[in-house]
């Protein structure tokens, strides 16, 4: 952890459906004042996904976080895909959480196999070498045996797979509360468990049919 009281957290954002999930992720940890600091890194097809699910178009990457959040953004900087030697490339530069959100196949194969050839792959393989959290919210359906083969080496080597799959036991009565358990949910993974996500506390005992 950068400090006993700061965090400095990493967000990936690949080109699945669910752009929605990113800006939830990148929301909440702009208001968690548990956290100093957001490296935003958007691959060419995340920036297609956030247009065409959210109409949120890049130009300015400076503009970004801004245009993702609907307000100044604090804390958030984006960084270059292709800027292969920033800060987050390093293991010696201190992040304490990388989420990539959402995580396409194609990001969670170069994740798996250690190929590093753009920021997202390369600052995910530093967290992993470092013994860092990583999690990776993967989305597609169904899974190839490609798929859940990468998925399966991804977490062996310290990874959490935490596919975007909701929950519907808190009773969502919107799209914004099935988001906010699940953001809620991964954000608790890394580290930064928030007071909104809803925790099952186990249900009423079934009622006995009487004889
Ligand atoms: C509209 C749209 C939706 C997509 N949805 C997914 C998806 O849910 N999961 C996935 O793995 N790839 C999906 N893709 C394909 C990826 O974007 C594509 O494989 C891309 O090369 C991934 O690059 P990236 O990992 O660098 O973002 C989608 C592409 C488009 C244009």
Redesign the pocket.
């Known amino acids: 952890m950068t400090s006993a009281q700061t965090q400095t957290i990493t967000v990936g ?6 752009a929605i999930f990113a800006q939830k992720t990148l929301a909440l940890l702009e208001d968690d004042s548990r956290v100093t600091r957001v490296h935003l890194v958007v ?4 920036q ?2 956030l247009a ?2 959210l109409e949120i178009t890049s130009g300015d990457l400076r503009q970004l976080p801004s245009r993702i959040l609907g307000r100044a953004s604090k804390k958030t900087e984006t960084i270059s ?1 292709k800027d292969v030697g920033a800060s987050i490339a390093s293991g010696s530069y201190d992040v304490d959480a990388m989420i990539v959100v ?7 194969a ?1 994740i798996a196999n250690g190929t590093s050839d ?1 920021l ?1 792959a390369r600052s995910a393989d530093v967290m992993l070498k470092e013994g860092r959290k990583l999690i990776l919210c ?4 169904p899974f190839n045996r490609i ?1 859940l083969e990468n998925m399966l080496r991804a977490q062996q080597a310290g990874a959490v797979i935490m596919p975007v799959v909701p929950a519907f036991y808190h009773k969502p009565k919107t799209i914004d509360d099935v988001v906010t358990q699940y953001v809620c949910r991964v954000l608790a993974h890394a580290g930064l468990p928030q007071e909104k996500m809803y925790r099952w506390t186990g249900s009423a005992p079934a009622m006995k049919a009487e004889s």
């Open positions: 954002v690949t080109g699945a459906s669910g691959t060419e097809t995340g297609r996904l065409e699910e895909n959402p995580c396409t196949m194609g990001a969670l170069a753009d997202v993967v989305r597609d359906t798929h």
